[in-house]
């Protein structure tokens, strides 16, 4: 079994336990609601259950971290669009997703 597995199976524990137990959203109905959050497009409830995951889940708290810094330099980008971009940031950016992303 390799760590990828294990760390695939946890995840799943830990979906299970916060469906049954909490009633929460698992990490992947997290990624589901990142957009959303980030624009403001949630419901008041639908924000509430996407923060207490955040307070418990340190995985989505990277999640969400690397997704903001995304997110913000897209904007930085498109906002200087004349401006040629540096080549090192795509690949360093598409890397720090796909770390914290584990399916
Ligand atoms: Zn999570």
């Known amino acids: 079994?390799?760590?990828?597995?294990?760390t695939g199976i946890r995840?799943?524990?830990?979906?299970?336990?916060l469906k049954r137990v909490h009633r929460m959203?698992?990490?992947k109905e997290f990624e589901a609601f990142?957009?959303?959050?980030l624009d403001?497009?949630?419901s008041n409830r639908q924000r509430s259950v996407f923060e207490w995951?955040?307070?418990i889940c340190r995985e989505c708290r990277d999640y969400l971290a690397a997704y903001?810094?995304?997110?913000?330099l897209g904007r930085a980008v498109v906002s200087s669009?004349?401006?040629?971009?540096?080549?090192?940031?795509?690949?360093?950016?598409?890397?720090?997703?796909?770390?914290?992303?584990e399916y």
């Not at 995840?11 to 336990?17: I, N």
């Not at 903001?68 to 913000?72: C, D, K, Y």
């Open 25 to 27: 959203i698992t990490c």
């Open 53 to 55: 995951h955040l307070r």
């Open 68 to 72: 903001r810094r995304t997110v913000e």
């Open 40 to 42: 403001g497009e949630l």
């Open 11 to 17: 995840r799943w524990l830990k979906g299970l336990f």
């Open 81 to 101: 669009s004349k401006e040629p971009v540096a080549e090192d940031v795509p690949e360093d950016l598409i890397k720090a997703i796909l770390d914290t992303r």
């Open 1 to 6: 079994m390799t760590n990828q597995h294990r």
């Open 34 to 37: 990142v957009l959303g959050y």
